[in-house]
């Protein structure tokens, strides 16, 4: 609770040329209370323009300095993934040694497409 209300975005959607976003406030006394506030907003496209549920894999190409780095990363990347998944993620890896150091080559398939985008977010 942040002092006696608690905010969250619930949902923001594009009508009229403008972006609503509808807020809702729970009071101490589990009232609920809902406000639209409205954003100008230009080159706004319809959100399934750009999250279309197709592309869930995430390729993961790296180089590391050895190939107990590269395994790290790989390990740090499943953890990732097994955090952001709903359904088992499938992950085909491979950590290539050369002269200059390793490369790792990962590919993460999820189950849909907000599971691929949780896990690119959380590895940033």
């Known amino acids: 609770m942040i002092g006696a ?3 969250a975005l619930i949902i923001a959607r594009f ?3 403008q972006w609503i976003f509808i807020t809702m406030e729970y009071e101490m006394s589990d009232s609920l209370k809902c406000k639209a506030d409205e954003v100008q907003a230009c080159c706004c496209v319809e959100i399934g ?6 592309d869930c894999t995430v390729d993961v190409d790296y180089h590391y300095d050895n190939k107990g780095l590269a395994q790290k990363a790989l390990d740090y990347f499943t953890e990732k993934a097994r955090a952001a998944e709903s359904e088992p993620c499938r992950i085909k890896s491979e ?4 002269a200059h150091g390793a490369q790792l080559k990962a590919q993460f398939t999820f189950s849909c497409q907000a599971e691929a ?4 977010l959380s590895t940033r």
């Open 15 to 17: 009508h009229a040329k």
């Open 95 to 98: 950590i290539i040694e050369s």
């Open 117 to 120: 985008m949780i896990f690119q």
């Open 5 to 7: 209300f608690e905010s």
């Open 49 to 54: 323009t750009i999250i279309d549920g197709k």
